[in-house]
Structures are given as structure tokens and as C-alpha cells.
């Protein structure tokens, strides 16, 4: 299979991982920034969709953000979709 590497536009959706999520669509990652750089790149053309997928125990009330933190659109968890109404776009 090719190896044909993603520029801005390319991707429509993306799976990020994290160790927590709150229902602001925020998320709790490595604490490296790999994925909001990612992420941030990609969205120069337009922003693909966002979507998390953890367990319900990663749910939290809050996360702390800062500037370049990416949100996701939608919170998957066995217990519930959770649908970031207010997401800003980046």
C-alpha cells in the first residue's frame, strides 16, 4: 500500500485519543501537543471532524485548556454521544 502522507484538506474525519474528555469537547492528552499541531494543520483548508472515543470513567467535569488546545466535535462513550454544540472553529 502507498504511503501517501495527509496535507490540509485531506482528511475529513479524525479518531484523537485522550485520557479524559469533558461535555466542552475538551480533551486531556500526552501533554506534547502531537495532536493539536496536528490538528491545527490540517484545519488550514478545512477542519475535519473531531471525534473521541474513550471510556466513560474519562469523563471529567472539566479540563484545563490553553490556546492551542483542539476540541473535539462529539464524545463517544459506551454510556452516551455526547455532540459539542459550541465548538469555536480554529
Do not use: T, W
Amino acid at each position: 500500500m502507498p504511503n501517501i502522507p495527509a496535507v490540509p484538506g485531506s482528511i475529513d474525519l479524525m479518531i484523537v485519543p485522550g485520557l479524559a474528555f469533558d461535555a466542552s469537547g475538551n480533551r486531556l492528552g500526552q501533554g506534547k501537543g502531537y495532536y493539536d499541531r496536528f490538528i491545527e494543520k490540517m484545519s488550514v483548508a478545512r477542519p475535519p471532524i473531531l471525534i473521541a472515543v474513550g471510556l466513560d470513567c474519562q469523563m471529567v467535569d472539566s479540563i484545563p485548556v490553553q490556546a492551542f488546545d483542539q476540541a473535539v466535535d462529539k464524545v463517544l462513550l459506551p454510556s452516551q454521544a455526547i455532540v459539542v454544540k459550541h465548538k469555536q472553529a480554529s
